[in-house]
């Protein structure tokens, strides 16, 4: 039995063993950076205004007045009425919104307007000595679905959301406008057919920064669907919030199932199936796929398709070399040839994104990226280290704006400190 005497040189008492530990432990959380200094910890409280007492010092005959001049010879201001933003309470009223954008205090006037019949345009307004116009945006769609106040950063101050109808087969585009030093700036874009933003509860509960569920339409009544979070730099993946939004999307698609809808069932267990292994109901999804896949395709979804939703979740059910299987199974329907047959495609037995960039369009990329990461997945439950770290690192290359193989590569692959060392740190 080890005595206290065997830490640290043997003069130590347990306290400050324990503060060593805790030290190093400290330092490999935070990646050895430097402790913030007590001035650094001490911040102002975030007094965040919100919208509707805002615009409450306004009535709707004043921002009316107040915005009329600003706007482009012919323009008309657009009525809520005429979008499908939520946040006039179903009453008739000008497109008008106000906010505290950059937290000075003073709040920010924004409003959509119309120009043509075809074409739509969105201005800010701010009260320095005399009200100004401090942004303008136009033409880029023909009518606006959304015109909507989120904090999306989670910095306490409402971003700008504006959603730009582009067309009913196209959907709308979103841009996330943030007000940054002088001005707004454009943070973030996204396509999308339908959209839901609140803020979700997450690994630790709700953080006080929304996220965007994004529908976007494969075909029919059929939706890609996920969440989404900003990063600090670019809108991310909220995996954590998917047991809190997807059961909703369990349930559509169920919906979809029962009543039987105008598409191929095979597309809504194929989208069951990737909910459910979302909210980690692994043994249903896998139920799902087969359900899916056992029907007549008629082309869509293809066989292929099935394949990342069955490897998710068998990874997810620690079935993991059922899960090698499928993936590098998915390798081969990809490229056209057998991962278990390396010599046919390569010398090496590699694919990488000069090997096929010609025949090969982006989410064919994001498919083949997803296997090499679900076979690294497999690797590392299977115990065999250097295999994962091969196979994520090609996920990472066919795919670098992907953050999941990138993180999973950077946890194995982060410098340890050995324990006989804490006590020089």
């Given amino acids: 039995m080890l005595a206290k005497e065997d830490f640290c040189g043997g003069d130590g008492s347990m306290n400050r063993v324990l503060v060593v530990v805790l030290v190093a432990v400290g330092l490999l959380l935070n990646g050895c950076a430097q402790f913030?200094?007590?001035?650094?910890?001490?911040?102002?409280?975030?007094?965040?205004?919100?919208?509707?007492?805002?615009?409450?010092?306004?009535?709707p005959a004043e921002l009316k007045q107040i915005v009329m001049p600003f706007l482009p010879p012919g323009a008309t201001l657009l009525a809520d009425?005429?979008?499908?933003?939520?946040?006039s309470g179903g009453k008739s009223r000008e497109t008008i919104r106000v906010a505290d954008l950059n937290g000075d205090g003073v709040t920010e006037i924004i409003a959509?307007?119309?120009?043509?019949?075809?074409?739509?345009?969105?201005?800010?307004?701010?009260?320095?000595?005399?009200?100004e116009k401090v942004w303008q945006e136009e033409g880029k769609g023909y009518n606006l679905e959304r015109l909507q106040l989120a904090d999306i950063t989670?910095?306490?101050?409402?971003?700008?959301?504006?959603g730009?109808?582009?067309?009913?087969?196209?959907?709308?585009?979103?841009?996330?406008?943030?007000?940054?030093?002088?001005?707004?700036?454009?943070?973030?874009?996204?396509?999308?057919h339908r959209l839901e933003v609140e803020d979700l509860a997450g690994e630790f509960g709700q953080d006080g920064k929304q996220e965007l569920a994004v529908?976007?339409?494969?075909?029919?009544?059929?939706?890609?669907?996920?969440?989404?979070?900003?990063?600090?730099?670019?809108?991310?993946?909220?995996e954590d919030t998917y047991s809190a939004y997807f059961p909703r999307v369990v349930e559509y698609y169920r919906q979809r199932i029962k009543e039987g809808g105008p598409l191929s069932p095979r597309f809504y267990w194929y989208y069951l199936a990737d909910a459910l292994v979302k909210v980690k109901d692994y043994q249903g999804a896998l139920e799902a796929v087969e359900k899916g896949a056992a029907l007549d395709n008629n082309g869509s979804p293809p066989d292929a398709h099935f394949l990342p939703v069955r490897g998710r979740a068998l990874l997810g059910l620690q079935r993991y070399q059922e899960a090698l299987t499928v993936y590098q199974s998915l390798v081969g329907e990809i490229t056209g040839v057998k991962l278990l047959q390396p010599d046919r495609f390569s010398s090496r037995g590699e694919v990488t994104r000069d090997t096929f960039p010609a025949r090969l369009p982006n989410p064919v990329m994001r498919m083949l990226g997803e296997a090499y990461w679900g076979i690294g997945e497999a690797y590392l439950g299977l115990g065999q280290r250097e295999e994962a770290v091969a196979s994520l690192q090609k996920a990472v290359d066919l795919v670098p704006d992907w953050d999941k193989p990138r993180n999973a590569l950077d946890r194995l692959t982060l410098p340890t400190i050995p324990w006989w060392n804490w006590c020089t740190i």
């Fill in 81 to 87: 009425q005429q979008t499908d933003d939520k946040t």
């Fill in 215 to 238: 529908w976007v339409r494969d075909t029919g009544d059929a939706f890609w669907v996920n969440v989404l979070r900003w990063d600090g730099q670019k809108l991310a993946e909220a």
């Fill in 164 to 192: 730009w109808t582009i067309g009913a087969s196209a959907g709308d585009g979103l841009d996330i406008m943030s007000w940054q030093g002088d001005g707004l700036k454009r943070i973030a874009t996204s396509g999308y």
């Fill in 36 to 59: 913030p200094t007590p001035g650094e910890l001490i911040k102002p409280p975030v007094v965040k205004m919100e919208a509707a007492s805002a615009e409450a010092a306004y009535s």
């Fill in 154 to 162: 989670g910095d306490g101050r409402d971003e700008l959301l504006i």
């Fill in 112 to 131: 959509g307007y119309r120009i043509s019949q075809g074409s739509v345009g969105v201005m800010v307004l701010q009260q320095r000595e005399k009200w």
